[in-house]
């Protein structure tokens, strides 16, 4: 049985990869690492571009159902467009405030983690410092 999401991801296996397996031959330039990088960024630009489609498809779904909700119980005086555009700014706004809240989890982790950092490079300083330390060179040259 097939779902909805199947056509997205058959179009992105569909495209031609890059092959990184056994054709690439060292000839001691350096361009079999360019290539892999290359790969790697080919494969990341498709995975943003196949997770951008499906926030669109989310966006796009949503706000139909949306604004036939809406169209329903609004009277006929109001315009379809101005629905759309209601309903479209307010999932905007709400996709916004999601991103806002995963962008603050991720700060505050960063943040525990630079915290964290700093605290052993303070008692690494404090341990360094307290060694006591030989000259490496004395004035008289021995």
């Known amino acids: ?16 990869e890059p092959d990184i397996g056994n054709s690439v031959e060292d000839d001691g330039s350096g361009d079999e690492y360019d290539e892999e990088e290359n ?3 080919v494969m990341f630009e498709e995975n943003v571009e196949i997770i951008m489609r499906a926030a ?4 796009r ?9 809406i169209r329903e119980i609004s009277p006929p005086a109001i315009s ?7 309903v479209k700014g307010t999932l ?23 915290a964290g950092l700093l605290v052993v490079r303070l008692a690494w300083s404090v341990v360094a410092s307290s060694q006591p330390r030989e000259p490496r060179w004395s004035p008289d040259g021995n």
């Open 56 to 59: 669109m498809n989310l966006f």
């Open 80 to 86: 379809t467009e101005l629905i759309a555009f209601g």
């Open 1 to 16: 049985m097939l779902n909805r999401r199947t056509p997205l991801l058959m179009a992105s296996q569909s495209r031609s």
């Open 61 to 69: 779904k949503y706000s139909s159902k949306g604004i036939r909700a």
């Open 92 to 114: 905007f706004v709400a996709f916004l405030w999601v991103f806002k809240a995963l962008l603050e989890v991720f700060c505050s982790i960063a943040l525990y983690v630079f």
């Open 39 to 41: 790969a790697g960024q």
